[in-house]
């Protein structure tokens, strides 16, 4: 691009430039009046004597022109003369919320060659929003764009000048040589040193374990264990803060109020993401409190739900709080989208998507089964391969786990098959959450939970739906782990009080999936394993690198609310821990789980084949052959996954021709060797890893991790208020166990069922807190950006790069009305269920709010 541009700038030329930028804003909670307020008028404050746009004129901010062409005596891009900032335009068609542009003026000669970055330096106290700067009727050239998205601080804050590159891209061997230093020099100071406490302003990315999710100077009840760092407990790592040991314990951070992000990781306060973000803080920090103050120092109301009429007037009537409670959270207008109070007094909930047709739907055997399939956690059921159901504990400690479910219990329920035919016939499928409950449970029932490991084993009938034939609900051994477990099966019943034992047994099984897809399918598996991931790519890849401009849009705010859930959410005392089953042990456990993460089986064919849901088969349009036709997640994420590694196949293959360009590419090497042995250090010993030497490895990890960022982690979030809002359908705590006949509980179960039934599963101050969560983490800001979308269409000024871009968003939207269409198809009951609820969690695109669609580029909540 480059080539031949002597003589095109006449000397004394001025080039024209554009800049975009967004002034500071203060966010404070108790002053926004509403999410249209948040998002719509922006704010106006720069400080105390920088109060409005004349702070930005005269000499507030200069921008210095580099050189891509032409280079100075030490081999470096020539600089152009420091320029300021003019007036403001007053219309310009392009701006977004909360969006100023600038002119300004640049003097450059013809000697000087043609600009390819620029330094930007800040004069004023507070810092703003750099978006991005045009420059233009650059002669024989037109424009040349940079997309800058970053905090600019104060000048005295930076060893280095702030520097942005203009929308080029190169892999290393390629940059122009005036360019070639600045780039390197711009990945050294990401880096940093990594020593001392992180400040505010900084954009340093480096590593460390997760140490600061305990308070052991609080006590040893608040200590938690460093997850990272060893074989006990191995975890992904989290970006490092710096911030100074705990007095108790050495190897444990001390938290406090303020959290390091590297600046351009907490986006920009407009964004409404970042009102969702706030909420969920204010939940944590105003709502839980005042709730808990209602249950406990007030005794105002009963901690119980005395009928499923009840916990449905959550939705219809709202539930009635002490006006001095209300009054605590209704003055928190950022709130106020989320808690809809009637009058002074009642707090109401939107109606979950589960109940909108059929109140009692959820209750029926082939809806859980069926959310097994379509459901908010549809990556863990198996198809059986062996009977009984073997354990992978350690025999030497935990004894004989194999489970106590037989044939007798099945087969008169398999339209004439025996368990081996069903077996060869792949109709007999498994939800097993034994293994990962049952070394910690003897640890768990000791508190005021109680609970079982889970096994159920379902049939694929003959007409095409699963069924579920039994459930194991399993305790250690009371004489010790060593002798194994007590076992004891339940099969289903329609009539009695064997159907309330029935419904119990399944809402012991649906606790426990709640905790694994929360601390582990959802948390785990795309939340933590994804942040590694971010701080390698801003530390070893320039932003000129196409790698980099590949996988930017997919890390959006992903530390941000990784950083959040470790202050408010999966921390000592948070609310995963308040509400949860796990409770003080769930990261833990999530650790414990990690130990068998494999990175490549996340994507997802290899997903379904290794559970048995799939087979390969060439002859199928994504080279696998479902064992259910009608599995929703799988079918409708087979589209998706296919689309994103054609585009990522598409993209890859213009920048690296041959093997050899990617071997020789240092920035990719280096990327990904401190990838595995960083950022994933604990499995840098596994051999699965891909060896990045050809250009098939850079497709399979690019496309995985644009699939686990987007459409796993919508598959498993966006559910969460539709199927989980109603408590009675995904219980999250199990409080008692099955009522022993005889017993005074089992009388109760039989005088009144769904009392014994709410006495066993989350009682009301945890739901409450439950449903104000799940709901934030299931809606979309208003400024998301969906798969297929950017947020400049001047990411990149490769002209094949764009096209190859719109070719995968013409391709979603092809898929999206394939999926439409195929909800249509009324022979595919798993696709509504007895809840009659159209399975549209991978449907690309969708409005803000709560609407159960949707995938987002990238991890934002």
């Known amino acids: 691009m ?105 003097e450059w000669d013809d000697d000087m060659g043609l600009p390819g970055a620029f330094y930007i330096k800040n004069f004023m106290q507070t810092e703003f929003f750099l978006v991005s700067l045009t420059l233009e009727d650059i002669p024989n050239h037109g424009s040349i764009y940079f997309v800058c998205n970053s905090w600019i601080y104060n000048a005295k804050h930076y060893k280095i000048d702030r520097i942005f590159f203009a929308n080029q891209t190169y892999l290393p061997s390629e940059t122009p040589s005036p360019l070639a230093h600045y780039r390197e020099e711009e990945l050294h100071n990401l880096r940093g040193d990594g020593t001392g406490e992180r400040k505010e302003w900084e954009r340093i990315y480096d590593y460390d374990v997760y140490n600061d999710l305990g308070n052991p100077d609080s006590g040893d009840n608040h200590a938690r264990p460093v997850l990272g760092g060893s074989d006990t407990y191995p975890y992904p790592r989290r970006g490092r803060t710096g911030r100074k040991p705990t007095k108790k314990d050495p190897n444990s951070e001390s938290r406090s109020d ?84 009637d009058g002074e007094q009642v707090l109401k909930y939107p109606p979950p998507k589960v109940i909108q047709v059929n109140k009692s739907a959820w209750m029926t055997d082939e809806e859980f089964v069926r959310e097994m399939l379509a459901g908010v956690n549809p990556n863990v059921i198996c198809c059986l391969k062996e009977f009984p159901p073997q354990s992978k504990l350690d025999s030497q400690v935990y004894g004989d786990h194999t489970s106590k479910i037989t044939k007798e219990h099945l087969e008169p329920n398999l ?77 289903p019943a329609l009539e009695g009080v064997e159907s309330t034992i029935w419904l119990l047994a399944k809402a012991y099984v649906v606790v426990n999936d709640s905790c694994y897809h929360q601390l582990v399918s959802h948390w785990l598996n795309t939340h933590a394993v994804v942040e590694p991931f971010v701080i390698a790519t801003n530390r070893h890849l320039s932003v000129v690198h196409p790698i980099h401009k590949l996988l930017y849009p997919h890390y959006r705010d992903t530390m941000n609310i990784n950083a959040l859930a470790r202050q408010s959410l999966v921390n000592d005392g948070g609310i995963i821990e308040k509400t949860f089953l796990w409770g003080r042990y769930s990261m833990e456990m999530s650790s414990v789980i990690y130990k068998d993460w494999v990175f490549t089986e996340q994507a997802l064919p290899n997903d379904l084949v290794k559970r048995g849901m799939a087979s390969w088969d060439s002859a199928s349009p994504h080279g696998v052959k479902l064992v259910v036709d009608d599995y929703p997640y799988a079918v409708d994420g087979l589209e998706i996954w296919t689309t994103i590694k054609t585009w990522v196949q598409d993209y890859v293959n213009l920048y690296y021709t041959t093997d050899d360009t990617l071997t020789q590419d240092s920035e990719l090497q280096a990327w990904w060797k401190e990838l595995v042995e960083v950022g994933h250090g604990d499995k840098k010993n596994e051999s699965w890893w891909p060896k990045m030497q050809a250009r098939d490895d850079l497709i399979e990890v690019c496309t995985i991790l644009i699939w686990i960022a987007s459409a796993l982690h919508a598959a ?146």
């Open 716 to 861: 498993v979030n966006f559910g969460q208020y539709p199927y989980g809002g109603l408590i009675l359908n995904r219980p999250t705590l199990s409080r008692r166990l099955m009522p022993e006949k005889g017993s005074s509980e089992y009388d109760e179960l039989v005088k009144s069922p769904q009392k014994a039934y709410l006495k066993t599963i989350t009682p009301k101050l945890q739901t409450l807190i439950d449903l104000s969560v799940i709901e934030i983490l299931s809606r979309h800001a208003s400024d998301e950006l969906y798969l297929g979308e950017r947020d400049n269409p001047n990411w990149t000024s490769d002209v094949k790069a764009l096209e190859a871009f719109k070719k995968f968003g013409n391709k979603l939207a092809e898929i999206e009305q394939k999926l439409s269409q195929r909800n249509n198809d009324e022979k595919l009951r798993n696709r509504h269920g007895p809840v009659q609820m159209p399975y549209t969690l991978l449907h690309p695109s969708s409005k803000e709010g709560l609407t159960f669609r949707g995938i987002p580029n990238s991890i934002s909540i």
């Open 258 to 341: 303020f959290v390091y992000l590297p600046r351009d990781e907490a986006f920009g306060h407009l964004k409404s993401s970042d009102f969702l973000t706030y909420a969920l803080k204010a939940v944590s920090q105003n709502v839980v409190p005042a709730l808990e103050s209602v249950f406990f120092d007030l005794n105002f109301t009963p901690n119980e739900f005395d009928s499923f009429e009840e916990v449905h007037g959550l939705y219809e009537g709202g539930i009635k709080l002490p006006t001095d409670i209300i009054s605590k959270i209704s003055p928190l207008p950022v709130l106020k989208e989320i808690f809809r109070t």
């Open 2 to 106: 480059f080539s031949g541009v002597t003589g095109l700038l006449n000397r004394g030329h001025k080039i024209k430039g554009t800049v975009v930028l967004m002034r500071k804003n203060v966010l404070d909670i108790n002053s926004l009046t509403s999410v249209g307020g948040v998002i719509g008028q922006g704010f106006d404050i720069l400080g105390s004597t920088l109060d409005n746009l004349t702070a930005f004129l005269g000499r507030s901010v200069s921008l210095q022109l580099i050189s891509a062409t032409k280079s100075d005596a030490n081999g470096k891009g020539k600089l152009g003369k420091a320029t300021f900032l003019e007036g403001i335009i007053s219309s310009l068609p392009t701006l977004g919320a909360g969006q100023s542009a600038f002119r300004i003026h640049f």
């Open 415 to 491: 339209e004439g098959l025996t368990v081996e035919e069903a077996i060869q016939n792949k109709k007999l499928f498994l939800l097993d959450h034994h293994d990962s409950i049952m070394p910690y449970l003897r640890r768990i029932n000791s508190t005021s939970t109680k609970a079982y490991a889970s096994r159920t084993i379902l049939f694929f009938s003959d007409d095409k739906t699963l069924k579920p034939l039994a459930i194991e609900l399993s305790l250690p051994h009371p004489e010790g782990d060593q002798h194994g477990f007590v076992g004891q099966v339940y099969e």
